[in-house]
């Protein structure tokens, strides 16, 4: 059995974490039996820069011939940070229809975070990732002049809500976790107002086993800070699943612990597995990022792709590294290299 995934690297740290975790990745797969067959593609910035586009008119057809993506990060210096995104990122996610953002937030054990001492941190963002305040729908007028007028429709669809909500809950489901709806329905009644009634719907309809909570996203984000372990399945749109993914992050130990899938989980399609973070060039081509928001992306994309028992080995083997702390890198306090760190997962997958 093989696994064809295309490898995406991106720019700045992209490569580097992208580089790092690889070896663990294809490692992980051997345990289910699965050999993994790598397509490096060159796409981002620096071919943007050298040809015009990031990635070729085909993009697509390339990678629905893999079963999986993996990606860096995009965000290149010399380019303007919204065409990068818009360059290939959502492309990507809106093209192969990717509609479900998936953003694990675990405490890692040894780890100091924001939580408090003993609190056991294990919640999931379910993010609808294809349309909301995210649409590219609006535009400016009497541009550079004092009467400039800026908007961005925001897009909510009943069959768009409906195809996350049962993500959602899906995913609160197997978890055995409640599910939080976060939403500002209070101000934004006709968007906000519409994932409420179809939410709590299907909730009554399909999942009545399912505990199922609404909140206004600003209470959502202060009690995320002050209890994150209070928290199991958030549910949302767009834009507050962005932020609240970022929220999350120091709760893991940071944006260099902080993994995502965008999948489609009834449609056949590639999934695009990537760090929560992007190309952070003030740190970029100094070995020093933390390679383990991308090894536990590859975590997730080996579970979404029928190696279940190489991606819980994965993970133990991310537990084991940043518990036995010598190869942590510097966001988490210690020394070691990207290429170390990397290295080090790889070696604890032996013992896993
Ligand atoms: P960023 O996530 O690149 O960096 C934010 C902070 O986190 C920086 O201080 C950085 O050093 C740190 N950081 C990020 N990843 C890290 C890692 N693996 N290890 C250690 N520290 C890490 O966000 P920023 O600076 O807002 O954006 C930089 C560029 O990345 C922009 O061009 C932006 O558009 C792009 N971007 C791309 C994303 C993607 O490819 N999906 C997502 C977010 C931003
Ligand atoms: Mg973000």
Redesign the pocket.
């Known amino acids: 059995q093989t696994l064809r995934i295309a490898v995406v690297r991106?720019?700045?740290?992209?490569p580097?974490?992208v580089d790092a975790s690889l070896p663990a990745i294809v490692a992980a797969a051997a345990v289910d039996g699965v050999a993994v067959v790598l397509t490096e593609l060159d796409w981002g910035g620096d071919r943007q820069i050298r040809t015009g586009r990031a990635m070729p008119d085909d993009a697509l057809d390339v990678v629905r011939r893999h079963d999986a993506i993996l990606?860096?990060?995009?965000?290149?210096?010399d380019?303007d940070?919204?065409e990068?995104?818009w360059s290939?990122?959502l492309p990507l996610r809106k093209g192969l229809e990717l509609y479900a953002n998936l953003r694990p937030v675990v405490g890692w054990e040894g780890l100091s975070t924001p939580a408090r001492d003993g609190a056991k941190v294990d919640f999931l963002v379910v993010r609808e990732n294809t349309e909301g305040e995210y649409s590219g729908i609006g535009g400016r007028t009497h541009r550079g002049t004092p009467l400039e007028v800026a908007t961005e429709v925001a897009i909510h669809s009943r069959p768009a809500i409906e195809r996350i909500a049962r993500c959602g809950f899906g995913h609160a489901r197997e978890r055995g976790q409640t599910l939080t709806l976060a939403t500002k329905s209070n101000v934004n009644r006709h968007g906000y107002g519409l994932w409420d009634e179809v939410v709590f719907a299907i909730g009554e309809r399909e999942f009545p086993d399912v505990a199922l909570e609404k909140m206004y996203v600003d209470a959502l984000a202060t009690r995320m800070v002050a209890r994150p372990e209070s928290l199991g399945v958030v549910l949302c749109g767009n834009l507050f699943g962005d932020i609240l993914s970022?929220l999350g992050a120091p709760f893991a130990g940071?944006?260099?612990m902080a993994p995502?899938a965008n999948v489609a989980p009834d449609l056949d399609v590639p999934g695009f597995f990537?760090?929560?973070?992007?190309?952070?060039?003030?740190?970029?081509g100094r070995g020093?990022?933390?390679?383990?928001?991308?090894v536990l992306s590859g975590a997730m994309l080996l579970r979404e792709n029928g190696c279940p028992r190489g991606a819980d080995a994965l993970e133990r083997a991310v537990a084991a590294t940043v518990a036995e702390g010598s190869a942590r890198?510097?966001?988490l306090g210690g020394v070691a290299t990207?290429g170390e760190a990397g290295a080090a997962v790889l070696a604890a997958l032996g013992d896993a």
């Open positions: 991106g720019d700045g740290v992209g580097e974490v990606f860096g990060a995009i965000g290149h210096p380019l940070p919204a990068s995104v290939l990122v970022d940071g944006l260099g995502s990537e760090p929560v973070h992007g190309s952070a060039p003030d740190i970029a020093i990022a933390n390679p383990l928001a991308t890198t510097r966001d990207t």
